[in-house]
């Protein structure tokens, strides 16, 4: 079974630019999460989201946004980039098992540079 | 709020045991987990407890304990190849719905394995 795939990998921006980075979860998973890591911050939250909806949400503001589509992909969007921006932005997917034990397996992560 | 809290760096030598410890500090715990990221790549699971106790999986092995907000993870057998960062996550169920939530991470510990 394939894993997360992330694309694109690897991506240079400037700043006051937009950026959409896309998350395929693994084969019959639903749910997918997003998180962001710095070197300074460790791993943050972003946001879940299960069934095209959004269960939960981190501290980030506004210009981060998501979605997910029927087919469980997801997509999400960073507008007027900082530099901060700059990170790993990893997505998660696991399966909604119901019984507690979800597992969130993670992609390889898009690697954002702001210039 | 929440707080987790793990050792920055730790070295061992090839072919003994290391014990990383995680301490945390959550409202609506739902599971700790615990993660290796090697440098440049994404966090891979190792392993899951929700319940007190400890759990096995080869040469790798975690604990819970919910009443005293700790947990460990000890690598047996240490090989060169187990230098990486290892993360500790708990799950904060979700506010609103029944399943799932986020995962909160510590800022890892950095296991440097030598000869």
């Not at chain 2, 050792?7 to 090839?14: D, I």
């Not at chain 2, 609506?28 to 990221?37: A, E, H, I, K, T």
Request: glycine fraction near 10%.
């Amino acid at each position: 079974k394939a894993g997360v795939t992330q694309t694109p990998r690897y991506l240079i921006k400037t700043r006051g630019q937009q950026v959409t980075l896309s998350c395929s979860p693994i084969s019959g998973h639903r749910s997918v999460s997003w998180y962001q890591q710095t070197p300074g911050q460790g791993l943050q939250f972003l946001f879940e989201y299960f069934s095209e909806t959004q269960r939960n949400k981190g501290n980030f503001p506004g210009r981060f946004s998501g979605r997910q589509f029927s087919n469980s992909r997801s997509e999400m969007n960073v507008s007027t980039l900082e530099l901060g921006d700059s990170a790993l932005y990893l997505c998660a997917s696991s399966s909604f098992s119901g019984d507690g034990t979800d597992t969130q397996y993670f992609g390889p992560g898009t690697r954002l540079t702001v210039l | 709020g929440q707080n987790i809290d793990q050792p920055t760096e730790m070295t061992a030598t090839e072919g003994a045991i290391v014990q990383i410890n995680c301490t945390y500090q959550t409202s609506g715990f739902n599971g700790l987990f615990w993660y290796q990221q090697h440098a440049g790549e994404a966090p891979t699971f190792l392993s899951y407890n929700v319940l007190d106790g400890l759990e096995e999986k080869g040469r790798f092995s975690s604990f819970l304990s919910r009443s005293k907000g700790y947990s460990y993870l000890l690598l047996k057998e240490l090989q060169m190849k187990d230098s990486a960062s290892y993360l500790c996550a708990v799950r904060k169920e979700s506010e609103i719905y029944n399943q799932g939530g986020k995962l909160i991470f510590g800022q890892g510990t950095e296991l440097s394995v030598k000869p």
